[in-house]
Nanobody, 122 residues
């Protein structure tokens, strides 16, 4: 029943930075993994980063070294700092709970928010 609202997207030139926020209407204290996803036109939604309740992080190779995920359980908010943005980062970005399935794969379920559009120009 936790509603997630993403914000912070926009239009930025290649090499620029954006900070995305994911505000939850309810507590995320008990949620182990929270993640950021992105979906470009014609492509499936992909997980780009996630963070555990203990602060452990994981990143897709395409964003590692450029993006930083963080969470503030007291504020019920998850952040994604995006630096040195590239045109291929252009997508709608979403946040959601992340769970681990058989074989160690990650997945999410439930409803998705509106997301926030990130557009990186050349």
């Amino acid at each position: 029943q936790v509603r997630l609202v993403e914000s912070g997207g926009g239009l930025v030139q290649a090499g620029g930075s954006l900070r995305l926020s994911c505000a939850a209407s309810g507590s995320i204290f008990s949620i182990n993994r929270m993640g950021w996803y992105r979906q470009a036109p014609g492509k499936q939604r992909e997980l780009v980063a996630h963070i555990t309740s203990g602060g452990s992080t994981n990143y897709a190779d395409s964003v590692k070294g450029r993006f930083t995920i963080s969470r503030d359980n007291a504020k019920n908010t998850v952040y994604l700092q995006m630096n040195r943005l590239k045109p291929e980062d252009t997508a709608v970005y979403y946040c959601n709970e992340v769970r681990r399935g058989p074989g160690g794969s990650y997945y999410s379920f439930g409803s998705w928010g509106q997301g926030t559009q990130v557009t990186v120009s050349s």
